[in-house]
């Protein structure tokens, strides 16, 4: 039976007018330093297609990330103005999805052999139910 577009191998994250913005935060943060949210907008700006996108909606993207559990709040770090400030970082679960987006799942079922299928099948079995 024929899957719905909608219901195809691309990750919900990646989906969506919002896709662009999170696919910058990840890729921010995947770097070796964690960063606040002032830090991820200012190089979210200095991308070439995202350099209108504005401080709420960069604050309100991370903040939904972190809800949904693909950002972890790490520390707090004093500013200038003597305010604090909350780092974030990926989480495994942002790290497991940007992989499997990169991942080209034909190729990945051609190549693998009988027993990592097995493997495979088994753990997405058990993390479905």
């Known amino acids: 039976m024929p899957r719905r577009k909608n219901q195809t191998g691309r990750i919900s994250v990646f989906k ?6 999170n696919h910058a935060i ?6 070796k ?3 606040t949210i002032y830090d991820i907008h200012k190089k979210v700006k200095t991308q070439r297609r995202l350099k209108h996108v504005r401080y709420p ?16 709040k790490i520390g ?3 500013t200038k103005t003597g305010s604090q ?3 974030y970082d990926l989480a495994a679960r942002a790290y497991l999805a940007m992989l499997l987006n990169s991942i080209n799942l034909d190729k990945l079922v051609m190549q693998v052999d009988e027993v990592a299928a097995l493997t495979f099948l088994g753990d997405i079995i058990w993390a479905s139910t």
């Open 16 to 21: 969506g007018q919002k896709a662009k913005l």
């Open 26 to 31: 990840f890729h921010i943060l995947a770097g």
């Open 33 to 35: 330093d964690p960063h």
């Open 57 to 72: 909606s960069v604050n309100k993207r991370v903040r939904s990330l972190e809800e949904t559990g693909y950002i972890k």
């Open 76 to 78: 707090i770090k004093k």
């Open 85 to 87: 400030a909350i780092i």
